[in-house]
């Protein structure tokens, strides 16, 4: 099993900036890939980035590309999302996923964002 928490959201007028962060434990090793989803009230939950752990190759969902960063610091088995220019419709609950090459298999709780027009 792996473990995720994440954290670093809060409250941020349009414009703004936000890092979230995520710590894996439990067994890291089977790690291939970590990443971020988030979903706003009424709406589906929805892809925002993620990083492969060991080449450190990134996708972005289109809404954030350029905005948003993933990174990932492997001694301390945890990623970040870097969040910059944050507009009212990032606002929603971000969570940390993990897994293998497809798929993913363990989540965060989840951390809010609430971004201010």
């Known amino acids: 099993q792996v473990q995720l928490i994440d954290s670093g959201g809060g409250l941020v007028q349009a414009g703004g900036s936000l890092r979230l962060s995520c710590a894996a434990s439990g067994r890291t090793f089977s790690i291939y890939r970590m990443g971020w989803f988030r979903q706003a009230p009424g709406k589906e939950r929805e892809f925002v980035a993620q990083?492969?752990?060991?080449?450190?190759?990134?996708n972005y969902a289109d809404s954030v590309k350029g905005r948003f960063t993933i990174s990932k610091e492997n001694a301390k088995n945890t990623v970040y999302l870097q969040m910059n220019s944050l507009k009212p419709e990032d606002t929603a609950v971000y969570y940390c996923?993990?897994?293998?090459?497809?798929?993913?298999?363990?989540w965060g709780q989840g951390t809010q964002v609430t971004v201010s027009s």
């Open positions: 990083i492969s752990w060991s080449g450190g190759r990134t």
């Open positions: 996923v993990a897994g293998p090459e497809q798929g993913y298999d363990y």
